[in-house]
């Protein structure tokens, strides 16, 4: 496989099935897994932080690796917005095609 072919399927599984995009500061993600897809795990950077993401049919997790470039990243899935400081995760459970933040602890 060449370079552009591996870089077309990276784009289509972050972009078409992770729904990733960025809005300025904020991470947007609006995932749509399809049928036979269960899982999907990927690294990215944004403004210098690097974030793990992973998505399967009813939980988003995103994990801000520790580090002093950009301590915060803005997060939105669906209508809710969070802040995601460097070190820390967040996780949203999907509920009747609506995404909800779970409380961090």
């Not at 552009?4 to 809005?23: C, N, V, Y």
């Not at 209508?79 to 409380?103: C, I, N």
Request: net charge positive; aromatic share 4%; glycine share 6%.
């Amino acid at each position: 496989m060449d370079l552009g072919a591996m870089a077309g399927s990276i784009d289509i599984l972050t972009r078409s099935f992770a729904g990733l995009r960025t809005e300025g500061a904020t991470v947007v993600l609006n995932p749509s897994l399809p049928a036979r897809q269960r899982r999907l795990r990927f690294r990215m950077q944004h403004r210098g932080q690097r974030l793990q993401v992973s998505v399967d049919d009813n939980t988003v997790t995103v994990t801000a690796d520790p580090c002093a470039t950009d301590p915060h990243v803005r997060l939105r899935i669906g209508a809710h917005e969070a802040t995601l400081a460097a070190g820390t995760r967040r996780r949203f459970r999907r509920e009747a095609d609506t995404w909800h933040p779970e409380e961090t602890h």
